[in-house]
């Protein structure tokens, strides 16, 4: 199959990559490889990605996803059996620093994909969105049913609407879509940003970490691996037009939460880092962020039922690999 994978220097991307390389599809990936994070991280993926394929089964193209010209164009060029639209304006709390690159790239940059896929008969798109969309929500776990009209940061709102958007062009154009509602991904090649990264570089440092709500907060934690097993196994799994008992649209649509279904607490989590890196944490305890929420949980009975799939990696190994990487491509 012809797949495009964008945000391919993302960390998802680059692990999904590989995945689909070892079953010798041909995969067009796509970033803009913004400086949101490590640049130099994100060549190091797409540097692998290139050393470990060959030219004829793997393309890297430098592209943003709101440039509508060069969008069409490398939808015209390729003609794509598959598109998984992983590239996003990624973080929480950044959304609240710069909004506008987060309706660049998750609104535009997603509608330039729905056309692209309309426009060239794409087999199925699937798509990430997030489990930022649950907000506050009262009630766990967290299904795909639940109402998940209160976003509580800029950056759930773009997601939530990307669900929206898919599902007007699966009804309108008969395209299918599946929106994938992922939870906490972490692991080896992962994201500066996030609290894992963070928390063993300063653990290892001997530097103080920040714990929010008193380590209180507790995260649907998925290690990469499962992700990419989730999103691989979907990508056969083309819905097919349905109806529910609130609405008479008839689309190809579907939303997947892909999550550990096993929420453990942050002090579990900063205790499994510890443990890895041989060395006690010293903390600074904070407040709730704005745009943080308490807990999050994924129920993935669709996922199992469907894909027949359900992640196991627990956290105490998940963060294992996580720090025997960190300390190879660190050089600690």
């Known amino acids: 199959m012809k797949i495009l994978v964008t945000g391919a220097a993302g960390f998802i991307g680059f692990h999904l990559i590989r995945k689909l390389l070892d079953k010798n599809h041909f995969i067009v990936g796509i970033d803009n490889i913004n400086n949101y994070y490590d640049v130099d991280l994100k060549n190091d993926r797409i540097k692998m990605l290139g050393e470990n394929s060959s030219a004829d089964i793997f393309t890297f193209i430098k592209l943003d996803l709101a440039d509508r010209e060069a969008m069409s164009t490398l939808f015209s060029n390729y003609k794509f059996d598959i598109v998984i639209n992983l590239g996003a304006q990624a973080g929480v709390r950044y959304s609240i620093e710069n909004p506008n690159a987060y309706i660049d ?194 129920d993935i009975n669709e996922l199992i039922s469907d894909v027949g799939f359900k992640p196991e990696t627990n956290i105490e190994d998940g963060i294992a690999r996580f720090v025997a990487w960190y300390k190879q491509y660190y050089s600690v």
Do not use: W
């Not at 759930?156 to 958007?165: D, P």
């Open 105 to 298: 790239s998750n609104v535009v940059g997603f509608l330039n994909v729905l056309e692209g896929c309309r426009h060239t008969n794409v087999k199925h798109l699937i798509y990430a969105s997030s489990s930022s969309i649950y907000g506050m929500n009262i009630k766990q776990p967290f299904t795909t049913a639940d109402c998940v009209d209160f976003p509580i940061s800029l950056y759930a709102a773009t997601k939530k609407s990307n669900e929206l958007m898919a599902h007007s062009y699966s009804h309108l154009y008969n395209l299918p879509t599946t929106g994938l509602r992922f939870f906490t991904v972490y692991g080896p090649y992962g994201r500066p940003d996030m609290a894992y990264f963070s928390f063993t570089k300063k653990i290892l440092a001997g530097e103080e970490i920040d714990v929010f709500n008193n380590g209180e907060m507790q995260r649907d934690f998925t290690y990469i691996d499962d992700i990419v097993e989730g999103i691989v196994r979907i990508i056969d799994k083309t819905p097919s037009p349905q109806t529910s008992s609130i609405t008479t649209a008839n689309a190809p649509y579907k939303i997947y939460n892909i999550g550990n279904n096993q929420p453990i607490t942050l002090r579990r989590f900063i205790t499994a880092i510890e443990n890895a890196c041989g060395k006690k944490a010293k903390e600074n305890l904070l407040p709730m962020q704005p745009g943080d929420v308490p807990i999050t949980y994924a």
